[in-house]
């Protein structure tokens, strides 16, 4: 099979290449490596050119969810790898997705495991509040949702489906596109992907978990997904059904004491995602509809 990379990317000169050169960097070599700059005001473009991507521009910022699009739009290989700019894959990443691909012609999708390339208090945060479900290094199993942070589909399974023009729950929305066509989507552990998160301060933090919960509140509306109760009483957010989630996830996979250092910051970053969460919640009462996909004018 042919593997198609696609790296969705806005402004980001100074980690683009380090995406770029660890999807070249593999032991089953892409077919090709695709950096789809979104309307960056930097020298992205430039920054994935120098460390081997080819390189397609948007006139107008588009979202991650647009990006992608254009680079599926793009591609040539038989596999569609999505890998965000911030994120370092292993060297065994595409051997590993193709071993996948072959043992099964039900699996789909293949995602692993998610660590944190940023030591420190909001790397650790932003690791244990969004990607808890990705942390488990113990087994291989099916998942309903594997963000696009690092995935890889067979282009078979993809076919004339892209993402929603957004940067809110894009991924969710594809996966269970994807799961409603039939398939597996298969979290393999032994993938470790490295996620270099750029924007780690008090600010983002709060900013991020709040875009988090107009995430939760946007998925749940349109998709069965676990906690779809919440869109219907919101109340229920208030026992901070979330954080217990994560908490279970931490000790379980051996970082309670982590936890326990932890426990005030991820309280504050639930009261975010709650307040993402009403917030969309009042936006859709009073539009009563989400972002839809747009057409995308771009330059090569």
Known sequence: MRVSVIIPCRNGERIVGDAVRSALDQTEPPAEVLVVDDASTDRTAEAARRAGARVI????????????????????????????????????????????????????????????????????????????????????????????????????????????????????????????????????????????????????????QVDCGRTIYR???????????LVRYPILLFLFPHLWIVLGRMIRSGRASRAVILLPWLFVGEIARIAGFLQARRQFKRTGAFELPRKIEVRA
């Not at 998925?219 to 109760?229: A, E, I, N």
């Open 57 to 208: 521009r948007t006139e107008t910022r588009r979202n991650a969810g647009g990006a992608r699009n254009l680079g599926v739009d793009a591609a040539s290989g038989d596999v569609y790898a999505f890998l965000d700019s911030d994120v370092i894959a292993p060297r065994d990443w595409l051997a590993r997705v193709l071993l996948a691909f072959e043992a099964d012609s039900e699996i789909v999708g293949v995602g692993g495991r998610v660590t944190n390339g940023r030591p420190g208090l909001y790397g650790d945060l932003d690791l244990y509040l969004n990607h808890s479900e990705w942390i488990d290094d113990r087994r291989t199993s099916v998942k309903n949702l594997i963000p696009t942070l690092a995935i890889a589909f067979r282009k078979s399974a993809v076919g004339p489906l892209r993402f929603v023009e957004t940067n809110l729950g894009e991924d969710a929305s594809f996966c269970a596109a994807i799961r409603e066509k039939g398939g597996k989507l298969w979290y393999d552990p032994a993938i470790l992907m490295t996620h270099q998160h750029e924007r780690l301060n008090a600010r983002t933090f709060w900013r991020r």
């Open 219 to 229: 998925t749940r509306v349109l998709h069965d997904r676990p906690g779809r109760v």
